[in-house]
């Protein structure tokens, strides 16, 4: 599908609000798209694997992305929405849902329970949830250490090209930078292949990228803005610093429970996002004052917003 949309520079995969009992919580998006579009970022990809969207109900998806139809017409965002999961009758109603909410395209990833045996079966589960949203690009979300299916993405593009008419790229979440290369050049770059591992972004930009989907880019993207700048401007020394800050800041994180300590962080920005839902759980009082702790001991707080 020829599209003008790219998912270019920084998109924040962004987080799934949520109640302090669990449940989801889309009356908190207005304010979690007024910080993003503050501090600069224009398109966000929501109910991924950041958005927790494996663990939510398909009435929460689409309340979520309801709310993030309004607040993306108030604050000048435009959204991708990941309709992926186990069920591709689910992610093909939420396509068809998403065409509602003014979405400007829809990505999945593979069924992970049962998984498509063939990369023709992956393909025809891709097709019929692209083809909820017929007129929206669509991209393939290959998350290869979640869902264990790991076909080479130049063989899915190519049959995918043939099968989803509106097929445009791939969202690649691998940190095979060759295999990446291959995906970026095939059939001359023609498709969009965004970037997904945050530790590794400057790699990727050395190898050819022009953006990334990122959790990490809610929480500090005046961080990345800064290293795409070294990048652009050839300062591959300040480049290299600002991605092993990146890379300090995340171990950091991970090590205390990942999606929990993420919206912990976002709530000292202003942005209440609630508790990650089980199995991740939530960090208790303690683990959050280590967190802060050692993320001041690596500078987090001068450099990882605007302010």
């Known amino acids: 599908m020829q599209t003008e949309l790219k998912l270019h520079g920084l998109v924040a995969a962004s987080h799934t609000p949520m109640r302090a009992d669990g449940s989801c919580n889309p009356d908190a998006v207005d304010g979690q798209a007024a910080f993003l579009a503050a501090q600069g970022i224009k398109l966000v990809f929501i109910t991924g694997s950041t958005g927790e969207s494996a663990h939510m109900q398909l009435t929460e998806r689409k309340e979520n992305m ?5 607040a993306a017409k108030k604050h000048g965002i435009n959204f991708v929405v990941h309709t992926g999961g186990n069920s ?4 093909r109603e939420l396509a068809e849902y998403a065409v509602k909410c003014g979405a400007v395209a829809t990505a999945s990833n593979s069924p ?7 990369i023709d079966a992956l393909v025809d589960c891709l097709a019929y949830e692209a083809g909820g949203a017929p007129n929206l690009p669509y991209y ?19 049959a995918a090209s043939k099968k989803i008419p509106n097929f445009c790229g791939v969202k690649f979440t691998n940190p095979d930078l060759a295999l990446y290369m291959e995906a970026l050049n095939f059939e001359g770059g023609k498709y969009d292949i965004p970037w997904g591992v945050d530790e590794w972004f400057l790699a990727a930009l050395a190898t050819g990228a022009k953006g990334g989907v990122g959790s990490s880019f809610n929480y500090a993207p005046k961080l990345y803005k800064d290293l795409i700048r070294a990048f652009e401007a050839g300062d591959m020394k300040e480049a290299r610093h600002l991605q092993q800050l990146s890379v300090k800041m995340i171990n950091i994180i991970a090590a205390k429970g990942y999606m929990g300590c993420c919206k912990a962080i976002m709530g000292w920005w202003g942005v209440d996002l609630g508790p990650a839902r089980l199995p991740m759980g939530t960090p208790d009082a303690a683990t959050v004052t280590a967190l802060k702790d050692e993320l001041k001991a690596i500078g987090f707080f001068d450099w990882a917003i605007n302010k």
């Open 88 to 91: 591709v009758y689910d992610g």
């Open 66 to 70: 309801a709310a993030w139809g309004e």
């Open 112 to 118: 992970c329970y049962f998984k498509p045996g063939s």
């Open 140 to 158: 393939f979300y290959d998350i290869p250490a979640l869902t264990h299916v790991a076909f080479n993405p130049c063989q899915v593009i190519a």
